[in-house]
């Protein structure tokens, strides 16, 4: 998989892929992640890349100009699957969009800055929109951490068997049961006894009733 991400501030976005899973994942080559500086697209003289909102109202909303020469550029040099757009009002990221996702192999992403880009854009340019949640960030750039985070960990080989996605929660629309490690008894608080029998089939109904007990209080939506 080929993520290309389209920003005002990389600086801000590479943090989260030189460390732990996704690192890795790029070190093996089973993911690349790729940064564009937008104002490199500027054709001004001053890089500019927002503009006064037609009509008037406040804050600056981002040109379709440089935008669209980014993406044309990336699309000289590959086919992509999808162009999306970063943004509170898209649709709400879940597992299934990750799952989704992850089976792609050329992803542009546009982290959105200001007001948001013109319209022109999410009309004629994007495929897709997503927001990672009803919230509004200062940027695109955490949520496009965020979603590609969701993505490459699905990717298979990215994670090994002990860290398996397939236990995550939601990926079977259930929470996930509580888990422990040793000391079996810290400060006198215990580790359920079922854990420490030895009994795996035992184990198993356990934490799947565990599953549905916590989904059931914390989000009984995902039940409906
Ligand atoms: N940009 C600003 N807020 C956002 C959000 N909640 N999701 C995606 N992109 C955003």
């Known amino acids: 998989m080929r993520i290309d991400i389209i920003t005002l501030f990389p600086e801000l976005l590479k943090s989260p892929f030189e460390a732990s899973i996704l690192k890795r994942a790029i070190a093996s080559e089973i993911a690349a992640v790729h940064f564009h500086d937008l ?3 500027s054709t001004h003289k001053q890089r500019q890349v927002d503009d006064y909102p037609f009509g008037g109202g406040a804050g600056m909303v981002m040109m379709i100009e440089p935008i669209d ?4 550029y990336l699309k000289n040099e590959r086919d992509y699957d999808t162009v999306i757009y970063l943004t509170p009002d898209g649709e709400k990221l879940n ?16 982290c ?9 854009v999410r ?4 495929t897709h929109e997503i927001s990672i949640g009803d919230f509004v960030l200062s940027g695109g750039e955490l949520a496009a951490a965020v979603f590609c985070d969701s993505i490459i960990r699905l990717i298979p080989g990215v994670l090994g068997d002990e860290s398996s ?7 079977d629309d259930l929470l996930a049961p509580p888990i422990y490690t040793r000391p079996a008894t810290y400060n006198n608080w215990e580790v359920p006894e079922i ?3 030895g009994n795996t089939p035992k184990v198993e109904k356990w934490r799947d009733e565990m599953a549905l007990e916590r989904t059931k209080k914390f989000r009984p939506d995902l039940l409906e």
């Open 123 to 126: 009309d004629h340019l994007i």
């Open 112 to 120: 959105g800055h200001y007001k948001g880009v013109d319209q022109r």
């Open 165 to 171: 996605a397939l236990t995550d929660s939601f990926q």
């Open 95 to 110: 597992q299934k969009i990750a799952n989704h996702n992850s089976t792609l192999n050329n992803i542009i992403l546009l």
């Open 195 to 197: 854990l420490t029998s």
């Open 69 to 72: 020469k980014c993406i044309a």
């Open 39 to 41: 104002r490199k697209f």
